[in-house]
């Protein structure tokens, strides 16, 4: 169920959890007589978010959960009051459309449709007296309509370039040969919204017309107010094409002369109010297009000085592009007509649409005599290298790229920009992986630049670093304090480029250092403006979980490495793992999870791990699963152990059951088996070890086991023929297989097992006496020991042998001390011991000591499996010593944890309002015993 939350500019917010798979299957704009409507149909509703249009700012609807393809938002297309649609980036689950409306001044309402098609209809109707542009008929003389502006679209930023004073280069080195300086702050490009539009270089139906001049002319625009911010370098780079051929206009009109002065004056407002003024003055057709074409470049220039002059004033770049589309659809054989296209792709830059620009760019490419044009060269190398860059898998941008630019760089050395060229010649060739070519390239402009202090930007700066790095001519990981190379580290640890990171990281890691390195790959996987690809995530998690690996193995911690791939590999590999889809990436992820859990020294978790994978073999490379499997058989006895421990004799026989037929070429086979053989026994689970044994002579032959291998499985065939059930020939046989010369772990087994027979006949202090010797065997483990006492103090208790079961059980206790363990590590052994203890004690009338010891197993387990039991039995001991208000106070103690121990909980709140009503009525009480 869908919650509603607040309101957001008058459209309801609809967030919840949603289900997977959710699918965005069309986009459709349409035009009704009143209204537009825009259907974003789905496979299931989703819950979403619609922000209204603003002055600037497009409708926006996100949706959570939501796929989408870009091709089916690129069909959407536009209409008269949509100009365009387009799709930004899922990030986190939501998905957000954005459509650029020609005016904002629209009334937005919605509905959602959930049958038989999950549909989101948004309806949207001007607001009274607001009008759409007209469009101009070019047939005949132009029809009059209001200028209406366009939509603005939202300006890029680009990173703050750093300052560089180039005194002087050699082609040898860069040492001393320039000075950098970091500005004040910097910034990163953010990603550009995907150009959904097919390129189109004609006017389509949802373009706003020319506007063209009623008998009354409009005010020019104010001039924005001081102080001018820094120019947009997006803008800055339009400026050096500042080249439209005025002087070749044909105007002839009275006034041409003054109109042409005003835009040779750079005054691109007063020419267009002026130009308007003239665009029904009786004029031939040439003169019309000419006018038409000034009139375009007035707009064009007018946006670009307003960005320049006042970045928070948006520049109306729709309006530019189309008044030179229409200028062109009038006169398409027009002399300006390649200029004017193009202004045209760089309007559609400008707003965003870099694929139609391509497009456009390469048509013009293609006309006779334009092919070598520097203006176009270097627009489409640029911007096929900034294509490439946000998507590094479209090669043929890259190609297309170095092509013109170094066809730019061999004609057109003349050129205002040809250092820019070079130093975007050397990007190129950088992401083409010629770090040779990208050397010689940026080195060449470095030195073009010598004696003036220019801005290079920071990208350029530390690209440059990297490759004169790999060639030798600096040392990045030893910074040089007199030369270039602190600069150059600063901007590749500010760059937000995903490569530079992973590339310089490898360089430090190379040069020794652990701690810079780790940090460059935590700002791939960590910093939210750097966008890595898969593959680079998984590099990263993976050099960095093996710092960690080394550093497990050695014993020891980096303390300056604080990313949480190094503090908690197995959980970041497992966070990636799930976050792989491909069988090659996750089979390295697991092999990665084993070594760091092997070297954790939790041989039970590999065994977990590992073996479903084990049975489905076809999901696992074959190098990796014979790695696995080695890996599980060499913990698979340590694994077995701790499933012994654990109680879990099940799961232990599921893993071996699971590994067994995988074991047969191990070169340590027969040790594992007998080391399995074995634990089977300690579990008590004999037919499972006789199956193991049988497995064992089935692949080797008796006499090719070593003396020792011979030995053990002699001993286990030994204690395989001891039966419980016989139990004469049990004792008898038991004797055998005590003495000095078998090991110790196998004199356990067979004490416990005799002790159990001793039992079942009802001796109990013979029990307890067998007990008593496994508990003096100091080879076993502490917990091992501890947990004969405990047997043989229980095998007393049940003999109502009190005073032996106390002795037993303070040794036991005191060999416990003497090892040094926490008591909180020995639950449920120490724990049992001190209650069987405070039982003990209590059978014998000294209830202070059995007070004791049930103070103290409360105190070391208050959450542990007895304590209801403990708390119980204090508050009667408080009650058989007289101290009745303690009786009662621990049974209200126990009685408020009742949810949790319900059974102790209602027994002491019966005993405690039995003492209060005692204590009440103590006449009714006279001559009643105790209990």
């Known amino acids: 169920m869908l919650l509603w939350g607040a309101l957001l500019g008058g459209i309801p917010c609809v967030w919840a959890q949603a289900p997977e798979n959710r699918r965005i299957l069309d986009v459709q704009l349409q035009t009704y007589p009143d209204e537009y409507r825009i259907n974003v149909r789905l496979n299931e509703l989703t819950p979403f978010e619609l922000t209204p249009s603003r002055p600037g700012r497009p409708l926006r609807l996100r949706l959570a ?71 101009v008929s070019w047939s005949g003389s132009p029809t009059p309509s209001p200028a209406v502006p366009s939509p603005t679209a939202r300006p890029r930023t680009s990173p703050t370039p750093f300052v560089v004073a180039v005194r002087g280069a050699s082609s040898e080195t860069l040492r001393g040969s320039a000075s950098a ?44 107010p001081p102080p001018v911010p820094t120019p947009d370098p997006a803008v800055e780079a339009l400026r050096p094409y500042d080249f439209f051929p005025v002087d070749r206009l044909v105007l002839d009109f009275p006034g041409q002369a003054d109109l042409i ?62 008044y030179y589309r229409q200028a062109r659809r009038f006169v398409p054989d027009s002399p300006f007509d390649a200029i004017s296209t193009l202004r045209v792709a760089q309007a559609l830059g400008r707003l965003g649409r870099d694929e139609e620009k391509l497009a456009v760019l390469a048509g013009l490419k293609r006309r006779s005599g334009l092919s070598n044009m520097p203006e176009i060269l270097l627009e489409s190398g640029r911007l096929a290298l900034d294509l490439y860059t946000r998507s590094p898998s479209a090669e043929h941008f890259l190609d297309e790229a170095q092509r013109d630019l170094e066809r730019y760089v061999r004609d ?28 010689q ?104 979980t093996r710092f960690a690996l080394d550093d497990e193995r050695a014993g020891q911690s980096e303390a300056g490495i604080r990313v949480a791939e190094y503090r908690d590999p197995v959980g970041s590999l497992w966070a990636l793992y799930d976050d792989t889809y491909t069988l090659a ?58 499933f012994k421990q654990r109680g879990d004799y099940l799961l232990a026989l599921r893993a071996f059951e699971t590994l067994g037929p995988f074991l047969a070429d191990h070169p340590r086979r027969v040790p594992i088996l ?72 196998t004199r356990a087994r067979v004490l416990r097992r005799l002790a159990e027979v001793w039992s079942a006949e009802g001796k109990r202090a013979y029990a307890a006496q067998v007990y008593l010797e496994g508990a003096l065997y100091t080879g076993l483990p502490w917990r091992e020991r501890l947990g004969f006492y405990l047997q ?67 105190i070391l387990y208050p959450q542990g499996p007895n304590v209801g039991a403990a708390r119980y039995m204090l508050g009667k001991c408080y009650e058989r010593m007289g101290r009745d208000s303690d009786a009662v106070s621990q049974y209200d103690g126990l009685a408020r944890i009742a949810p949790t121990e319900p059974f102790w909980g209602k027994l002491a709140r019966r005993f405690s309002e039995q003492l209060r009503w005692e204590e009440k009525n103590p006449h009714l009480m006279e001559g009643v015993a105790t209990p």
């Open 65 to 135: 959960r939501a796929e989408v393809d870009p091709e089916v938002v690129a069909r959407a297309g536009s209409n008269d009051l949509i100009e365009r649609v387009w799709m930004t980036p899922t990030e986190s689950g939501v998905t957000t459309l954005e459509f650029a409306l020609v005016t904002s001044q629209v009334e937005v309402t919605h509905h959602e449709i959930a049958k038989p098609q999950p549909t989101i209809v948004i309806n949207l109707k001007l607001r009274p007296g607001v009008l759409l542009p007209s469009r």
């Open 181 to 224: 300086f970091l500005p004040a702050g910097g910034g990163a490009s953010p990603a550009l919204p995907y150009a959904a539009s097919a390129a189109r270089e004609t006017p389509g139906p949802g373009h706003p017309a020319l506007p063209v001049s009623s008998r009354t002319v409009a005010a020019p625009r104010a001039t924005p």
């Open 261 to 322: 002065q005003l835009y040779k004056d750079k005054k691109h407002e007063e020419a267009l109010v002026l130009g308007l003024k003239y665009i029904e003055a009786p004029q031939s057709k040439f003169s019309l297009a000419s006018l038409l074409f000034l009139l375009a470049e007035c707009r064009f220039q007018t946006a670009v000085s307003r960005s320049a002059v006042a970045s928070e004033i948006e520049p109306d770049w729709t309006s530019a592009l189309n």
């Open 412 to 439: 057109c050395r003349g050129h205002a920009d040809y250092t820019e060229g070079l130093f975007t010649l050397g990007e190129i060739r950088y992401r083409a992986g010629d770090d040779a070519g990208a050397y």
């Open 441 to 544: 390239a940026m080195f060449e402009a470095i030195q073009r630049l010598a004696g003036q202090e220019t801005r290079i930007r920071s990208s350029v700066l530390a690209h440059f670093g990297l490759v004169a790095h790999s060639l030798g001519k600096i040392d990045l990981a030893h910074p040089d304090p007199e030369g270039n190379t602190p600069a150059m580290r600063v901007a590749i640890d500010g760059s937000r480029d995903s490569g530079v990171k992973m590339r310089y990281a490898k360089i430090l890691e190379s040069a020794g250092d652990r701690i810079g390195a780790a940090a460059q790959y935590g700002d791939v996987l960590h910093d939210p403006l750097v966008s890595p690809s898969p593959e680079q995530v998984l590099e990263a998690t993976m050099r960095l």
């Open 585 to 642: 990436g996750r089979a390295d992820l697991l092999r990665e999870i084993v070594h760091h859990l092997l070297a954790q020294g939790r041989p039970l978790e590999v065994v977990r791990t590992v073996t479903p994978f084990l049975v489905n073999r076809k999901y696992l490379p074959e190098e990796i699963e014979r790695e696995l499997r080695h890996s599980v058989w060499d913990v698979m006895a340590d694994a077995m152990e701790q």
């Open 674 to 745: 007998l080391s399995c053989a074995e634990v089977f026994m300690e579990a008590g689970l004999r037919e499972e070890a006789q199956n193991v044994l049988t497995q064992l002579l089935a692949g080797t032959a008796f006499g090719s086991l070593t003396p020792s291998e011979q030995g053990r499985y002699a001993l286990i065939r030994r204690e395989m023929s001891l039966d419980p059930s016989k139990p004469e020939e049990f004792k008898e046989k038991a004797q055998a297989l005590l003495g000095p010369d078998v090991d110790v772990r």
């Open 792 to 858: 043989a103090a229980q095998e007393y208790a049940r003999g109502s042998l009190h005073s032996q079961a106390i002795a037993v059980l303070v040794q036991g206790i005191r060999d416990f001390e003497s090892t040094g363990v926490s008591p909180a590590e020995a639950e449920p052994e120490l724990g049992g011991a001190l209650v069987l203890l405070g039982e003990s004690f209590f059978h014998q009338g000294d209830y202070s000591k059995s007070a004791g010891a049930f103070e103290r197993y409360a």
